[in-house]
């Protein structure tokens, strides 16, 4: 068998974290070497596949239909690798781990897959604290937090786990006919202060048959369950609503979507290396968001 042909390893390595973490800084950080060496080797994958993997604006950058091309699979190579490596230490994989993630992506994601990982490592006990309070993101009995946010939380490691495509959902009888314009006066379910419908119905012209009135549910768990429950539209996401859209419980009048500002990132102290337990459910975390977004690409 021919040898294979591969870029650097170092290479990939820091096209990965940049563009897993959306920050050459954060990535220089991560991998312990300067933003100035990360460039580089970025500028080095770049020439040896000979395209644009980033688009540049002074400091900033995103990703290029070729970045985004190789993240994901790239990403879930490295995430195989770490995994094999712990497997080998497989029986120290016990104990307790604390995880707090929202209430919608505990109870509408997080508990829905995390079976696996539980077959995997019978020893391990898991805790999951269903929350979006700031306060357990820094708290020293919390392992692991999810959150939707910008990235940024001094003092902790945070790693993006997914960008938030949003779009309405309903109960699929609401759409029996077959015919949007019958979900002109039905009512707009929201979480809390209803930007994201502002967003959306901002974005996407065909929303402006929507005239119903709002109802505010207090959080995106009780607006997703209010929509199963015929409620009205609600406005869902590519993380929480995907169960119940594949299982056609919910269902999605329109097909335009409309980033969100603000992605889920997985959050820590950065200092669990030596508890293989925490490392193990936070790489199987990263490895399950990786998969779902290779399978959604």
Same mark, same amino acid.
Do not use: K
């Given at each position: 068998m021919a040898a294979r042909r591969l870029p650097p390893l170092n290479a990939l390595r820091a096209f990965e974290a940049a563009a897993r973490r959306r920050s050459i800084s954060r990535a220089a950080e991560e991998l312990g070497v300067t933003h100035g060496a990360v460039s580089h080797q970025i500028r080095t994958l770049e020439a040896f596949v000979d395209t644009d993997l980033l688009e540049r604006a002074g400091n900033r950058f995103k990703l290029t239909v070729a970045g985004e091309q190789l993240l994901a699979p790239l990403s879930s190579g490295f995430d195989l690798l770490a995994t094999a490596v712990i497997s080998l230490d497989q029986p120290s994989v016990r104990g307790d781990v604390t995880v707090s993630a929202p209430p919608a992506l505990t109870c509408l994601w997080l508990v829905k897959t995390v079976g696996d990982l539980l077959k995997q490592y019978p020893d391990l006990r898991l805790h999951l604290r269903p929350s979006n309070s700031p306060k357990e993101v820094i708290a020293s009995d919390v392992d692991l937090c999810i959150r939707y946010g910008d990235g940024i939380w001094p003092g902790r490691r945070s790693e993006r786990l997914t960008d938030t495509e949003l779009f309405p959902v309903c109960w699929p009888d609401l759409l029996a006919s077959g015919d949007i314009r +019958?979900? @002109?006066d039905t009512p707009l379910l929201c @979480?809390? !202060?209803? &930007?994201?419908? +502002?967003?959306? /119905? @901002? $974005?996407?012209?065909?929303?402006?048959? /929507? $005239?119903? =009135?709002? &109802?505010? /549910? =207090? !959080? &995106? /768990? @009780?607006m997703i369950e209010a929509a199963v429950g015929g409620l009205g539209l609600a406005m869902g996401d590519n993380v929480t609503c995907q169960r119940y859209l594949e299982s056609g419980v919910l269902v999605r009048p329109f097909a335009e979507s409309v980033r969100a500002p603000s992605s889920f990132f997985l959050i820590d102290a950065g200092n669990h290396e030596r508890r293989p337990a925490v490392t193990a459910v936070r790489q199987w975390i990263l490895e399950s968001f990786n998969r779902e977004r290779a399978l959604a690409a």
């Open positions: +019958d979900l @002109a @979480a809390a !202060n209803g &930007h994201e419908w +502002d967003l959306w /119905l @901002a $974005t996407v012209p065909q929303g402006s048959i /929507l $005239t119903g =009135g709002r &109802h505010y /549910l =207090g !959080n &995106h /768990l @009780a």
